[in-house]
């Protein structure tokens, strides 16, 4: 079974600091990998999604890689803001989707 | 384009009754998902469905039922509640099951069994 896991499980920065959130998965055989963010009490909101077949996806601020070798995959934040602030998940998908339990960011004004 | 959405929002149940969770999406898309998030496990897909009058089972299928009898719709069933069903649910859709298809979530349904 596929396990993902999120480190730190917690983070708290000053605002403009550049961040990295880490995740990782013990079974390779993977289709994509996502990055998604979730505001509390509130649905997952789809940031980045990066093939299989892919090394990395950019979108403004953030820039996602995946080394599906050896099973990790970074969110990189640059410029941190407040309104950063949130719960970052990744989700790889095999044959089922499986989720990390997440890292929730605090950026400090 | 409401996009996904669920209902209801929040609910409370007796252990042993019975409900339904609604899904809707409104994007045509083939595949819809229900998953529960439980603090500390992350989320975890308890049914899925690739396509009209079409389910499959997650990795946490037991005490739930689903149907797809319409494209758009998804539901979730529970037929006797426990307290151990207490979580957040949610529902996610994607246009197929391509490893280029985002999932798109709705809000959440908050259900908490006494």
């Known amino acids: 079974k596929q396990e993902v896991t999120q480190i730190p499980a917690a983070l708290s920065v000053p605002e403009g600091e550049n961040l990295v959130l880490n995740c990782s998965f013990t079974d390779s055989a993977i289709y994509n990998l996502q990055w998604f963010r979730q505001d509390p009490g509130k649905g997952l909101t789809s940031l980045l999604l990066?093939?299989?077949?892919?090394r990395e996806q950019t979108s403004g601020r953030l820039n996602a890689s995946l080394d599906k070798s050896s099973g990790r995959s970074t969110l990189y934040i640059a410029a941190s803001q407040p309104g950063d602030s949130a719960t970052y998940l990744c989700?790889?998908?095999?044959?089922?989707?499986?989720f990390g339990t997440g890292t929730s960011l605090t950026v400090i004004p | 384009n409401a996009g996904v959405t669920q209902t209801p929002k929040f609910r409370v149940l007796k252990t042993g009754q019975s409900m339904t969770l609604l899904c809707a999406q409104d994007m045509n898309h083939e595949y819809m998902y229900w998953y529960r998030q439980d603090p500390g496990m992350g989320l975890r897909l308890i049914h899925y469905s690739v396509g009209e009058g079409t389910t499959a089972k997650g990795e946490v299928p037991d005490g739930y039922n689903v149907s797809r009898l319409k494209k758009q719709n998804f539901l979730l069933g529970l037929e006797s509640a426990a307290p151990s069903q207490t979580s957040v649910y949610f529902c996610?859709?994607?246009?197929?099951?391509?490893?280029?298809?985002?999932?798109?979530f709705g809000p959440g349904t908050r259900l908490t069994v006494l």
């Open positions: 989700a790889v998908s095999g044959n089922q989707f499986y």
């Open positions: 996610a859709s994607s246009l197929s099951g391509r490893n280029t298809d985002t999932q798109y």
């Open positions: 990066i093939q299989s077949s892919q």
